[in-house]
């Protein structure tokens, strides 16, 4: 089955959804952006916060969290305040580089896995196209960590761009 080619009608405008969990994501914003602008779209980012069932299975370094091994648990006492996901530092980061793009965006941000959740977001806002940023990792460390840029890509109910770092990044 062929697909047609990424489109967007200037009377009905598409809606590019990209992830964004930092400056490792930063090439994946900066692309969606370029893309939203260039085909008068509306882009949507969502930040997605690891849920407190991730981290208690064992924080993965690519999550930005403290190292651990994957089954080792966690205590987070029940009165520890946890800060909302809209009040995150990434959450500034989006507006502080899209604060003077002429593009319509918004930011939402949510929790849970972050491959499950892009995918929920694309199907419930009907994106056109969804952007990730990829890594160098390694096929032994994608096969233990996981690679959101692959279950997207997967599950996706519609196009994936996967952007990768700068060669100077690595």
Do not use: W
Request: aromatic share 2%.
């Amino acid at each position: 089955m062929a697909r047609e080619p990424l489109h967007v009608d200037p009377y009905r405008p598409g809606l590019i959804l990209v992830g964004f969990g930092g400056e490792t994501s930063r090439p994946a914003l900066v692309r969606a952006a370029e893309l939203a602008k260039g085909l008068h779209a509306r882009l949507l980012v969502a930040h997605v916060a690891l849920s407190l069932d991730k981290i208690a299975l064992g924080a993965l370094p690519s999550a930005g969290l403290p190292e651990a091994p994957i089954a080792t648990p966690i205590a987070i006492p029940l009165d520890t305040p946890m800060p909302s996901p809209e009040e995150s530092p990434q959450v500034a980061q989006v507006h502080e580089l899209l604060g003077e793009a002429e593009i319509q965006y918004e930011v939402v941000a949510v929790t849970g896995d972050p491959a499950e959740r892009l995918v929920d977001l694309a199907t419930e806002r009907k994106a056109t196209l969804i952007v990730v940023g990829g890594d160098e990792r390694g096929f032994l460390e994608r096969l233990l960590e996981g690679s959101v840029a692959t279950d997207v890509s997967r599950h996706a109910p519609c196009d994936v761009l996967v952007v990768r770092p700068p060669a100077n990044a690595q």
